[in-house]
């Protein structure tokens, strides 16, 4: 099994837990987002999207990472932890994947990441996103009285929402007005160090950058104006 991973890419580290999480072995491919590997034409042949991270098991080759931690869990968390087999409890993990897919890490990415990388500014609007977002998750730890994102037990939900959240830590964004959230992140850390390391590693660069934004003016980005 094979993994294309970005070294700091909040999907790709996600994916790194669960594949930790799970003992299993595989080899780590580091794609260069800031050479633009994933633009390769070789890179388009694994995912036509272009984004990282990309899981090559045998004859599947695909991209997605809440899909990869899905196939992760089907296919080696026989026992059901990481990923429950009881449908109601596997309903709220896939629950908490597309949240975070579409709404948690969505108005991270262009909050916080895009314009450490790209030629955009933080807004007003964007930070009301992100504000929603924690209020969101806010919302359902609460009303679960959770201990983790999708319930009282650790799951693949987990991975994804706490790289996201990552991101916060990374640009010295307090979780403050959030207790529930910052509670579930810390107690991420403290229970589970060596996955939380996985996350650090990523959180590290992100945070370099964020103080010294990459050069990526050689970049011919089909979608994202590079700073120049
Ligand atoms: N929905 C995808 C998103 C992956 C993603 O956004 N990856 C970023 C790196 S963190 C990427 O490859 N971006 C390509 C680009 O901006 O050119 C997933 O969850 O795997």
Redesign the pocket.
């Known amino acids: 099994m094979k993994l294309y991973s970005?070294s700091?890419?909040?999907?790709?580290l996600a994916c790194r837990q669960a594949l930790k999480a799970l003992k299993i072995d595989y080899e780590l491919i580091d794609v260069d987002?800031g050479k633009g590997e994933?633009?390769t034409k070789e890179y388009e042949e694994l995912n036509p999207?272009?984004?990282?991270?990309v899981l090559v098991d045998d004859d599947l080759t695909m991209?997605?990472?809440?899909a990869?931690l899905q196939y992760l869990g089907d296919k080696y968390d026989t026992a059901g932890k990481l990923y429950p087999k009881d449908p109601k409890s596997r309903a709220i993990v896939n629950h908490r994947l597309c949240f975070n897919?579409a709404l948690y890490y969505r108005n991270i990415?262009e909050y916080v990441?895009a314009p450490i990388?790209f030629d955009y500014q933080r807004t007003p609007l964007g930070l009301k996103k992100m504000k929603m977002g924690l209020d969101i998750f806010e919302t359902y730890l609460k009303r679960d009285n959770s201990t983790y994102a999708a319930g009282n037990d650790l799951t693949i939900a987990d991975f994804?929402l706490v790289t996201a959240t990552m991101c916060l830590e990374a640009i010295d964004f307090k979780l403050g007005p959030w207790p529930r959230v910052e509670k579930w992140y810390n107690n991420f850390k403290t229970k589970y160090p060596d996955l939380w390391e996985i996350a650090a590693g990523g959180m590290r660069e992100i945070s370099h950058f964020e103080k010294n934004p990459p050069d990526l003016s050689h970049m011919d980005?089909p979608?994202?104006p590079v700073r120049k």
């Open positions: 970005v700091d890419g909040p999907p790709s987002f994933h633009m999207q272009k984004e990282i991270p991209g997605e990472s809440n990869i897919l990415s990441m990388f994804p980005h979608i994202h």
